[in-house]
């Protein structure tokens, strides 16, 4: 799916508007090196690149076909692709099990392909794929119909839902994180999302691994996918739907799918220390924190602010989760203190007041010591507004991260949001909430601590 030498797209359009042109567009525009194969008896050139009557006219080997045709032309079309010898095939369409009937026969004989040709098959009603690594963009999101470079980080994102993913992946690119890799499998007659994630967990291109699953089909794919994760030292970030009953009749509507047990599904979270989120939103987050590769050798948090109010609700989220934040030693408090107005204080949080807007670089002064602190185990910097005279503030904020490699995230509310865009462009984990930060930083604790107690377990069974 994700190195394909040569992709052909059955049932291609010259319009790159439609939905089964735009790949054809994308992989043009995005510099696809592998060869391209247009496929439509109608059309001798599809969007200025040689057009081919049938899979059969194809000159070269074709290790990926996009399959673009109604869901009623779909199973002969993967009878040729089998019959071409072709490795994989991606079905967008809709209209199989999720609509019952019709459809799951349909479905059914998607499934017997897969197993009786070794074809393997992503979908139907699915997205599609992207490979940031081989610009191989095998899908028809919309998020792709601007132009621009797309940022890449080592980051995958595989989910059972297209809107789920691309919404996950166009959070993640709005502050300033990118995926190599992307996957929606939809309705799962044949690959699932975690078997994808088992192949990407060993990946050494990847190092943070996203996934949204509904049903509960190949847990032993999943388990397999959490332990190497774990084993490698990458956060799993892992969404699933269907947890109640309500849930459960909105996934099977949506992609036919039986979701399974949630207690199956949580069990190997909680034994591979998988991190398991409340949304998408959270999903993006955590992408947005560990992409910064920083661990943490334990819970305690240092909250630096100039708002005493925002600091007490960072302070309240943070000990109600399970961070501490304990007051400095004697020797740190007289060290920040000296450094402080009159009015501040240099209690854990330390408060800088309305003084640093009047002097920006206090901020820098007091992280200086504040990530050298050895009773420090994680830092963040809350603030809000301050369009004006904040460069001084944002340089204060990256000295500091660039001075340590414990976790450190900002969280700044409020203003026309420019200074936190331009901290995001520094590569700094900012969050628009102060809850937002904390919970992040939480996974960061959590996801470190369980590493260190599997680190420990692999040496003492050595």
């Not at 439609?18 to 050139?45: A, C, E, I």
């Not at 007041?353 to 200086?368: C, I, M, Q, W, Y």
């Not at 420019?418 to 996974?443: M, N």
Request: with cysteine; net charge neutral; glycine share 10%.
């Amino acid at each position: 799916m994700f190195r394909p030498r040569g992709i052909a797209i059955i049932g291609a359009s010259n319009d790159p508007a439609k939905l089964s042109g735009r790949p054809l567009d994308y992989l043009l525009r995005m510099g696809y090196k592998g060869h391209v194969y247009p496929v439509n008896p109608t059309r001798p050139v599809v969007q200025g690149t040689k057009s081919y009557a049938s899979l059969r006219d194809v000159p070269g080997p074709v290790d990926l076909a996009i399959v673009v045709v109604p869901s009623s032309s779909v199973v002969q079309a993967l009878k040729d692709c089998a019959a071409a010898g072709v490795a994989a095939a991606i079905v967008f369409a809709s209209g199989f099990s999720e609509m019952g009937g019709k459809g799951l026969h349909l479905q059914e004989q998607v499934e017997q392909i897969a197993k009786t040709t070794g074809l393997r098959i992503v979908g139907p009603n699915c997205l599609g794929t992207f490979s940031l690594a081989t610009s191989a963009f095998a899908t028809f999101s919309s998020a792709f119909d601007e132009e621009g470079e797309l940022p890449d980080d080592p980051i995958a994102v595989v989910s059972q839902s297209g809107a789920v993913g691309t919404f996950i992946y166009s959070t993640m690119v709005s502050q300033g994180v990118g995926a190599r890799y992307y996957a929606n499998t939809g309705n799962q007659a044949d690959v699932t999302v975690a078997e994808v994630l088992a192949r990407l967990a060993h990946a050494d291109d990847v190092d943070v691994l996203i996934g949204y699953l509904e049903d509960g089909r190949s847990l032993d794919k999943l388990e397999e996918a959490a332990a190497t994760a774990q084993q490698r030292g990458k956060p799993m970030i892992l969404l699933k739907s269907g947890a109640t009953e309500a849930g459960a009749r909105a996934v099977g509507f949506h992609t036919s799918s039986a979701p399974g047990t949630d207690a199956d599904f949580q069990a190997i979270v909680d034994q591979y220390g998988a991190i398991r989120v409340e949304g998408m939103e959270a999903a993006a987050d955590s992408a947005l924190i560990f992409r910064t590769g920083r661990r943490s050798t334990g819970r305690r948090i240092a909250i630096i602010t100039s708002s005493g109010g925002a600091a007490a609700l960072a302070t309240d989220a943070a000990v109600q989760i399970g961070l501490r934040v304990d007051e400095p030693s004697p020797e740190s408090k007289a060290a920040l203190k000296a450094l402080l107005p009159e009015f501040g204080s240099a209690a854990n949080p330390i408060d800088l007041t309305g003084a640093l807007l009047n002097d920006p670089p206090l901020l820098e002064r007091v992280l200086s010591k504040v990530v050298a602190d050895p009773d420090i185990d994680m830092i963040l910097v809350v603030l809000g507004n301050a369009d004006r005279g904040s460069e001084g503030i944002v340089e204060g904020i990256r000295s500091g991260f660039a001075a340590t490699k414990k976790p450190f995230a900002v969280a700044w509310s409020g203003g026309s949001g420019r200074p936190r865009r331009t901290l995001l462009g520094l590569g700094i984990p900012t969050y628009s909430d102060p809850l937002r930060a904390v919970r992040a930083l939480l996974r960061v604790a959590n996801f470190s601590a369980n590493a260190a107690q599997s680190a420990g377990d692999a040496s003492n069974r050595a």
